[in-house]
């Protein structure tokens, strides 16, 4: 029998079927749709900017863009299903296609073949399962300890080896083969990347760290009643202070760790408040919903003070990285570029927090590669809690452009007896911001009411936001896979805006709101 082999008969149509009917999904009738593909749709509304970064880093139209991330949302949990079922078979799994339209599953037991493919996935034979691949590449981590070259190591589980990336390759072979290492089990591959941390001084969104260098947060944080945010190991070590992007005093590294791991964090003072948000490179934010972790060959988005928002997929997990400074084990590899100044910064998948940037190679104009330290092991390590909110994701704050021109209202009787009403227009997949792209002042707390009245047959989504002093925050969201949209809000006084945002569909629309 081949030591390696793929079973895909039965399994084809199935994941073609997901890729063909998930992105027109979306634009079709309430009446059209199955519940699943509905629910689907809903789950898979990704964070604005997103989907632009997909296209300009994946090279994808918008709909592929929407495809690929509704096949990741359907796939991933027929993976945690199988990987559950596999148990020490398992060898490992990765999402394959441009659009992510294939789920492969690895196994050493060809017992399981007509489980993997019942569920749509296609089966691969292999030697080793993923645990002895995890075991592999500890042995290879320590006998590559005192060297100064191999130093990217990796668990590729497509090829069901250990790969080491080297620029003298016939050394590090060298050094393998006198090992204690299965050879065979270990692939040697020519390479230039030589990872670097990125901790240059350059202007952005950022936190300095003993008021010289420039770091990134990662994800804020709570331990107990002390509010924080994590961030990379290499930024700062146990006592440094930091400043915030206002070079305004914030906080001190209570904690951190590296080499071995990259991470830390840090403990901010009472004049900044945590949020349960990253950055997305426009001025605008995305809300962190948990940290479940996703599947090679996901999408995966990083946040960061020197180059902002760029996309890309997961290449591997646990893979070792020497940098000149030492060894960090179990990082994760990206395609994602990154610069000097974005470590510490956040890697999302969607509205999941995977891990904070460590280093990697190239830039952002060339191309290049990053790995970030999953976010896991930091909240276990110092007892930390996530910042997380159900809510989702506010665009660029107040801007100087042209107000949203005011049209004829949809003929309905769905929003009737609010105070005010404003009308606007919108073409698939933009946005406006409401009354008349400026916002309003509430001076008592009270109830806020919106109400959407969009176009039939489209997907518009309202979402009532309000400054904090530095940014707009989204408080409350109506996003159904339905034209209109109710919000209500018991909110402080402040300056308060509504975000439409037409997620499918376009046309005219009318906002009736009211407030304290």
């Not at 199955?34 to 604005?48: E, G, H, I, L, N």
């Not at 709909?63 to 020490?88: C, D, F, K, P, Y």
């Not at 988005?301 to 997929?313: D, E, V």
């Not at 009411?449 to 925050?473: E, H, I, M």
Request: net charge neutral; glycine share 10%; aromatic share 8%.
């Amino acid at each position: 029998m081949p030591r390696r082999h793929s079973v895909t008969t039965g399994c084809v149509l199935a994941i073609t079927a997901l890729t063909l009917t998930a992105a027109p999904a979306v634009a079709q009738s309430r009446t059209s749709r199955t519940p699943d593909v509905a629910a689907a749709v809903v789950a898979a509304k990704p964070p604005p900017g997103m989907l632009e970064a997909l296209q300009r880093d994946l090279h994808l139209t918008r709909q592929q863009a929407q495809t690929r991330l509704l096949n990741e949302i359907r796939l991933a949990s027929v993976e945690v299903r199988l990987r559950g079922e596999l148990g020490s078979d398992f060898g490992g799994s990765w999402l394959s296609g441009d659009l992510a339209q294939t789920l492969v599953v690895a196994t050493t037991n060809e017992g399981h073949v007509p489980a993997i493919v019942s569920k749509g996935a296609r089966a691969e034979i292999v030697k080793r399962p993923l645990t002895e691949l995890n075991a592999i590449i500890d042995k290879v981590d320590a006998a590559l300890s005192a060297h100064r070259n191999g130093l990217v190591r990796y668990v590729d589980v497509r090829t069901n080896k250990v790969v080491i990336l080297s620029d003298a390759p016939s050394t590090t072979a060298a050094v393998i083969e006198a090992s204690d290492v299965d050879p065979v089990a270990v692939r040697v591959v020519s390479s230039i990347e030589r990872p670097q941390l990125f901790y240059d001084l350059v202007g952005g969104n950022a936190y300095y760290i003993n008021s010289t260098e420039r770091c990134s947060i990662g994800f804020p944080v709570t331990k107990g009643t002390q509010n924080g945010f994590v961030s990379a190991g290499h930024c700062g070590t146990t006592g440094d202070t930091t400043a915030g992007f206002n070079q305004e005093n914030q906080g001190v590294f209570q904690a951190s760790t590296f080499p071995g791991n990259d991470y830390s964090w840090v403990a901010v003072n009472g004049d900044w408040t945590p949020t349960s948000s990253v950055s997305n490179g426009t001025g605008g934010v995305v809300n962190v919903a948990g940290f479940t972790a996703s599947i090679e060959g996901a999408s995966v988005c990083r946040s960061g003070s020197t180059t902002g928002w760029h996309c890309g997929t997961i290449q591997q997990r646990n893979t070792s990285v020497t940098y000149p400074q030492g060894t960090i084990n179990e990082l994760v590899r990206t395609n994602v570029c990154a610069e000097p100044g974005d470590s510490g910064g956040s890697f999302i998948a969607v509205d999941q927090a995977q891990g904070v940037t460590s280093g990697g190679s190239g830039d952002c104009t060339s191309g290049g590669v990053t790995y970030f330290q999953p976010i896991a092991p930091i909240l276990s390590a110092y007892g930390l809690t996530l910042m997380t909110s159900a809510g989702s994701t506010p665009p660029p704050p107040i801007s100087p452009t042209t107000p949203p021109t005011p049209t004829t209202p949809p003929t309905s009787s769905f929003c009737t007896g609010y105070a005010k009403t404003v009308t606007g227009t919108l073409a698939s997949g933009k946005s406006a911001y409401q009354p008349n792209n400026l916002y309003y002042r509430s001076n008592a707390r009270g109830v806020h009411s919106g109400c959407l009245d969009g176009p039939d047959g489209t997907d518009f989504d309202l979402y009532l936001q309000k400054w904090n002093g530095r940014a707009w925050v989204t408080v409350a969201t109506s996003d159904s896979p339905n034209p209109d949209e109710k919000i209500s809000y018991t909110g402080t006084p402040g300056y308060y805006r509504y975000r439409v945002n037409a997620f499918s569909g376009s046309g005219n629309y009318s906002l009736g709101y009211s407030a304290p």
